[in-house]
């Protein structure tokens, strides 16, 4: 069982990146899958993760209305695509699965989440 992370890179305040977070040797299918993200100094905080039923994600206040977090047909890859890029979103991204579903109060937490990918800078500057 392994995630990978990948899609990060160097962008200007007002751009664009997507991050894919992909499984090799199991679908997600039966996963919910989050992406996190830690700057320097800071802890690690929830950016997203997807619903394993019926529902809408989970985001970030600090993220709403610009990142977006979706699925792909295979199911070996959950997408994040980040729009409107801050330099506050400078941080090391990285994705997780949890076997179970997660409420609302739960999903930020990283003690729900079972497998860990590798993560992928993201830096935000002009």
């Known amino acids: 069982v392994q995630l990978q992370a990948f899609g990060g890179g160097l962008v200007q305040p007002g751009g664009s990146l997507r991050l894919s977070c992909t499984a090799f040797?199991?679908?997600?299918?039966?996963?919910?899958v989050g992406w996190f993200r830690q700057a320097p100094g800071k802890e690690r905080e929830g950016v997203s993760c997807?619903?394993?039923?019926?529902?809408?994600?989970y985001y970030a206040d600090s993220v709403k209305g610009r990142f977006t977090i979706f699925r792909d047909n295979a199911k070996t890859t959950v997408f994040l695509q980040m729009n409107s890029l801050k330099p506050e979103d400078t941080a090391v991204y990285s994705c997780?699965?949890?076997?179970?579903?997660?409420?609302?109060?739960?999903?930020?937490?990283?003690?729900?989440?079972?497998?860990w990918g590798q993560g992928t800078q993201v830096t935000v500057s002009s």
């Open positions: 040797g199991f679908t997600l299918d039966d996963y919910v």
């Open positions: 997807t619903r394993s039923s019926v529902g809408l994600p």
């Open positions: 997780a699965t949890s076997p179970r579903s997660l409420s609302s109060s739960r999903w930020p937490s990283t003690r729900e989440y079972r497998y």
